[in-house]
């Protein structure tokens, strides 16, 4: 049987564990802050959602849905999410459509305005490229390491990991939405005296703002991807039923969550699929 030399194992783990270390020791004031600032905005959202009485969600998600593509597609949604309540399920899709609402609004923040440094700069283009790669292929319980390990246990944890998680795809078409305006487009914007932020501000972004809005469907759809990993580390919702299930083998119990959060995909990239098709490329 073939061995490899234990004299030539490297043990990386130990490295790791001083560097969370020094960076705890040195900046845990910075993480407290970002952590109350996170439950704050969590809670808010929470609050604002409990707050609206579930007869009102179902008018509403109608009258968006009826708005936006058309009455059919109104009433099955709000059906689904009527049935969501019936299952017993209505808490539980509230504190995960917040969870993914918070980590979205967070990607959204700093994704964009990252993407569009990409756009801007090709030496940062050419950094951030292989790491968005790397994000992109790595399994989303690796992002539940470093968020655990910084945070804890709790809601906190898994919104940034969430956030960390579903951040890609916002920042790559945004790039990609900027760098795909027709050079003549800027060019012309600027013989006309226009600064470099104003020929971003109403040249480039609303010519990418199709491409931006992809970038956020699936950014959204990533998030609600990683609602049943994010309940390993404290998340309540939908993922944490699911997660039970799994722990006491109850297919009902899971079948009912699994479906509820097959609902909100559909409902959500139906939604924001056809908003970002009211955007069209400004002539």
């Not at 709000?78 to 979205?104: D, K, P, Q």
């Not at 479906?259 to 009211?278: E, M, N, P, W, Y």
Request: with cysteine; net charge neutral; aromatic share 12%.
């Amino acid at each position: 049987m073939s061995y490899f030399p234990d004299s030539l194992r490297i043990d990386l783990g130990m490295y790791i564990d001083r560097a969370i270390e020094w960076l705890m020791h040195n900046f845990g004031g910075f993480f407290d802050a970002v952590s109350a600032g996170i439950i704050w905005f969590l809670r808010q959202i929470e609050e604002i959602m409990f707050f609206v009485p579930w007869w009102a969600v179902l008018i509403v998600i109608f009258l968006i849905t009826w708005k936006i593509i058309n009455t059919k597609a109104a009433l099955v949604y709000s059906f689904m999410i009527f049935l969501v309540g019936c299952l017993g399920l209505w808490e539980s899709m509230i504190l995960t459509l917040a969870i993914v609402l918070s980590s979205v609004v967070f990607s959204m923040v700093i994704g964009i305005p990252l993407g569009i440094l990409m756009a801007a700069s090709d030496r940062f283009n050419a950094y951030t490229r292989p790491v968005l790669d790397a994000m992109q292929t790595m399994p989303s319980f690796v992002y539940l390491i470093p968020a655990l390990l910084l945070f804890g246990m709790g809601k906190v944890p898994a919104v940034f990991a969430t956030m960390i998680y579903a951040i890609p795809p916002v920042m790559r078409l945004t790039d990609l939405g900027i760098r795909n305006v027709p050079r003549e487009m800027i060019e012309a914007a600027h013989s006309f005296g226009s600064s470099n932020s104003q020929t971003l501000l109403k040249v480039q972004l609303p010519q990418a703002l199709p491409t931006i809005m992809a970038g956020i469907n699936q950014t959204i759809m990533m998030a609600l991807s990683m609602v049943v990993v994010a309940s390993m580390i404290g998340a309540r919702g939908l993922g944490l039923d699911v997660l039970q299930a799994i722990q006491h083998i109850d297919i009902g119990q899971g079948f009912e969550a699994g479906v509820c959060i097959v609902f909100l995909a559909i409902i959500i990239d139906r939604l924001t699929q056809s908003i970002g098709g009211k955007f069209k490329y400004p002539k």
